[in-house]
């Protein structure tokens, strides 16, 4: 009789030293410990983000000796568990920051942290907003993720960003309606005044060139801010809406030449859009990282 093979070797998808309880708390295995197709996608997912951030934060572990990241829009945070568990589990400096508005998620992230044993991992149930000056966040974190965070939420995670100087910005928007519902309201005196209103002159190319433009006024703003910024596709979401992955590295790469260049086309981009009521939003006096 063959011998029976062990959890690990029956799912060669979990990584080395994975916490099988916590993939069972977050219901990505079954109590059985299976993985159906929808936990296996979603498990894929994290893991593929994962592997973008891990980097940062031992660059940064390298450089300083610890390191802090803040998740904003933390939801039942799935992300800041699995980082929690594949890199900061085995260190002993390091933390974990989940801000969440919602009150009820916030303490069940407390109570299964508090079960885990996971000591560094703290939740606070705050808007991205509020955690600005929130006593219990330090004056600088490390890396700020925003997962999903809509509309405006994006935003408040890259003021965030910079007001606490944070090293990285790992964004992955969703749903940015504010700049399309700008086009929208001006719409008729872009089409008369450049072709190039044609196209968003459909609501269906509104919301979709907005959505597109909000990311690329995003760009420009961490640019000017002295960031360097990649864009790539997060493979694997199912909604190709939800698809775009911005990288933020603040390492002195990005000359003041280069920052005044980005506000500049930034404020270009405001003006030939019709888009000026939202230039305090994307070009406003942040305090620079």
């Not at 993939?23 to 498990?43: A, F, V, Y």
Request: charged share 25%.
């Amino acid at each position: 009789m063959k011998p029976q093979k062990t959890l690990r070797e029956q799912l060669p998808e979990l990584r080395e030293g994975q916490s099988i309880e916590l993939l069972k708390e977050l219901h990505i295995l079954t109590r059985e410990g299976k993985l159906n197709q929808d936990t296996r996608r979603k498990l894929k997912q994290v893991y593929h983000l994962v592997q973008f951030i891990e980097p940062l934060l031992a660059e940064v572990m390298k450089t300083r000796g610890d390191v802090t990241l803040a998740d904003h829009g933390a939801g039942k945070s799935y992300l800041g568990f699995i980082l929690y568990d594949l890199f900061f589990k085995a260190k002993t400096t390091g933390w974990v920051v989940g801000v969440e508005s919602r009150p009820e998620l916030v303490e069940r992230s407390r109570a299964l942290a508090s079960r885990l044993g996971f000591a560094r991992m703290r939740f606070l149930a705050t808007t991205v907003q509020q955690a600005l000056s929130h006593p219990e966040l330090p004056a600088h974190i490390d890396v700020v993720t925003a997962l999903h965070a809509c509309d405006t939420a994006t935003d408040d995670a890259i003021r965030f960003g910079l007001a606490k100087q944070a090293r990285h910005l790992v964004l992955v928007p969703c749903c940015q309606a504010e700049v399309a519902s700008v086009m929208k309201q001006h719409k008729a005196l872009s089409l008369s005044r450049t072709p190039l209103a044609e196209l968003w002159r459909h609501p269906l190319h509104t919301r979709e060139f907005g959505s597109q433009i909000t990311n690329v006024l995003r760009c420009l703003q961490l640019e000017s801010c002295g960031y360097a910024v990649t864009v790539t596709e997060l493979v694997g979401w199912e909604h190709s809406m939800k698809n775009e992955l911005i990288l933020a590295t603040r390492d002195g790469s990005v000359r003041a030449a280069q920052q005044a260049r980005a506000r500049e086309r930034l404020l270009q981009v405001l003006e030939e859009l019709g888009l000026q009521p939202l230039t305090e939003r994307f070009a406003g006096e942040a305090t620079p990282a």
